[in-house]
């Protein structure tokens, strides 16, 4: 695979469409998902020339802790319906290339197995559950498993309606239907493989809870993050922010860091594109808040045109998807080779040594603001030339 396109069609090709669609589908007719894809190409980077870019670097620090790389691997539900064994391959992807994975309340496998493979690699995400009561459990178990990083994912109040797991029966808890049992018949190989395994479940919930995926998560309010940020005492990340007035607020509750994401459009599909939202939160919290991002990254240069926006860290959610589906631990392996020489690549022909030098300094702004700035240089070449 040389590319997230390569992936996603390998996905397809493997998956039953049941499973492809789960990945793969978004909110409503899915143009939301579309226009976070797209809008990357409208941004431009601006080359330079002449500059020492022999040795590079790609480290990152956030929140205190060290990566190789400024991309991690997003919260996701279920990953072991894309191929067995996918928790235990990201955690281990994690340790191996230094970079976070998220535990989602929703993994398949249990919290704290994934942070045992994952070590402090593993950050736990948390759904608010069936009351608070749960989710201040979820939390505290967090807690006992040794993780230092929760993100609450706050941009769900209500899962909304996606069009292609209703047409394909897909439900949480899983349930065969006539159409699924024919779909994974004509996919054999997946079949056998995962049936082997055991048919993936949710399993971080609390004792005789059930996750159900349609349910309200309307109590991720303000009063829960109040009482979250008292009880938590890592670091604590909101999950979903899309306003400026929502960062601001949620900065000033006491979080760490603030992750800007449109849910890769899964929520609403009439949302903004995540990365036109990235720069206003920007300019809202000023420079020293931590900004993660998500939404619409396909590949190494999508990274350095988010962190020339504004972002510190940048999180990659469908692209893993696709490859584990594609080829397992191989083709998330090819999948991350791509990401990081590309981003490398990126920076070389920006004349930049290391990510931490990305500044919106490095678009290119077709129109006005370009004329004005070629004007500005023409004007301080003249002054210079007659120095």
């Given at each position: 695979?040389?590319?997230?396109?390569?992936?996603?069609?390998?996905?397809?090709?493997?998956?039953?469409?049941?499973?492809?669609?789960?990945?793969?589908?978004?909110?409503?007719?899915?143009?939301?998902?579309?226009?976070?894809?797209?809008?990357?190409?409208?941004?431009?980077?601006?080359?330079r020339v002449m500059e020492n870019v022999a040795s590079r670097?790609?480290?990152?620090?956030?929140?205190?802790?060290?990566?190789?790389?400024?991309?991690?691997?997003?919260?996701?539900?279920?990953?072991?319906?894309?191929?067995?064994?996918?928790?235990?391959?990201?955690?281990?992807?994690?340790?191996?290339?230094?970079?976070?994975?998220?535990?989602?309340?929703?993994?398949?496998?249990?919290?704290?197995?994934?942070?045992?493979?994952?070590?402090?690699?593993?950050?736990?995400?948390?759904?608010?559950?069936?009351?608070?009561?749960?989710?201040?459990?979820?939390?505290?178990?967090?807690?006992?498993?040794?993780?230092?990083?929760?993100?609450?994912?706050?941009?769900?109040?209500?899962?909304?309606?996606?069009?292609?797991?209703?047409?394909?029966?897909?439900?949480?808890?899983?349930?065969?239907?006539?159409?699924?049992?024919?779909?994974?018949?004509?996919?054999?190989?997946?079949?056998?493989?995962?049936?082997?395994?055991?048919?993936?479940?949710?399993?971080?919930?609390?004792?005789?809870?059930?996750?159900?995926?349609?349910?309200?998560?309307?109590?991720?309010?303000?009063?829960?993050?109040?009482?979250?940020?008292?009880?938590?005492?890592?670091?604590?990340?909101?999950?979903?922010?899309?306003?400026?007035?929502?960062?601001?607020?949620?900065?000033?509750?006491?979080?760490?860091?603030?992750?800007?994401?449109?849910?890769?459009?899964?929520?609403?599909?009439?949302?903004?594109?995540?990365?036109?939202?990235?720069?206003?939160?920007?300019?809202?919290?000023?420079?020293?808040?931590?900004?993660?991002?998500?939404?619409?990254?396909?590949?190494?240069?999508?990274?350095?045109?988010?962190?020339?926006?504004?972002?510190?860290?940048?999180?990659?959610?469908?692209?893993?998807?696709?490859?584990?589906?594609?080829?397992?631990?191989?083709?998330?392996?090819?999948?991350?080779?791509?990401?990081?020489?590309?981003?490398?690549?990126?920076?070389?022909?920006?004349?930049?040594?290391?990510?931490?030098?990305?500044?919106?300094?490095?678009?290119?702004?077709?129109?006005?603001?370009?004329?004005?700035?070629?004007?500005?240089?023409?004007?301080?070449?003249?002054?210079?030339?007659?120095?």
């Open positions: 695979m040389y590319s997230t396109e390569d992936a996603r069609r390998g996905a397809q090709r493997r998956l039953p469409r049941l499973v492809f669609d789960f990945i793969d589908g978004a909110a409503g007719r899915e143009a939301g998902a579309q226009r976070n894809e797209v809008r990357f190409d409208d941004i431009y980077l601006q080359p670097s790609l480290a990152t620090e956030i929140l205190g802790q060290k990566f190789d790389v400024p991309f991690g691997i997003a919260p996701m539900g279920m990953c072991n319906l894309v191929c067995p064994g996918a928790d235990r391959i990201l955690c281990k992807a994690a340790v191996q290339r230094a970079m976070p994975v998220c535990v989602s309340s929703a993994a398949s496998s249990t919290l704290e197995d994934m942070r045992e493979w994952a070590g402090n690699r593993a950050w736990f995400q948390l759904y608010y559950g069936q009351s608070e009561e749960a989710s201040l459990a979820a939390v505290e178990r967090a807690a006992e498993a040794g993780y230092d990083t929760l993100l609450l994912t706050a941009d769900v109040p209500q899962v909304s309606r996606r069009v292609r797991d209703q047409r394909n029966g897909f439900n949480v808890p899983f349930t065969l239907t006539l159409t699924s049992f024919l779909d994974f018949a004509f996919h054999p190989r997946w079949s056998v493989s995962t049936l082997a395994a055991g048919i993936p479940s949710p399993k971080n919930m609390g004792k005789g809870d059930q996750f159900v995926r349609g349910a309200s998560r309307a109590g991720a309010d303000w009063e829960f993050l109040a009482k979250l940020r008292k009880t938590w005492q890592g670091n604590l990340i909101v999950k979903g922010i899309t306003s400026a007035w929502d960062a601001l607020r949620v900065r000033d509750a006491g979080v760490d860091a603030l992750y800007v994401s449109n849910h890769g459009g899964r929520q609403l599909d009439s949302v903004p594109p995540a990365i036109d939202l990235l720069p206003r939160v920007r300019e809202a919290v000023g420079k020293d808040m931590p900004l993660l991002f998500d939404s619409g990254v396909r590949n190494g240069e999508d990274v350095v045109k988010a962190l020339a926006l504004g972002a510190d860290f940048v999180m990659l959610g469908r692209p893993v998807l696709f490859a584990l589906g594609a080829a397992g631990e191989q083709g998330l392996s090819s999948m991350l080779d791509c990401y990081t020489k590309d981003t490398d690549a990126a920076i070389a022909q920006l004349g930049i040594t290391s990510v931490a030098g990305l500044w919106s300094g490095v678009l290119y702004e077709p129109g006005t603001a370009a004329r004005e700035g070629m004007s500005n240089l023409s004007h301080s070449l003249k002054v210079a030339a007659r120095n």
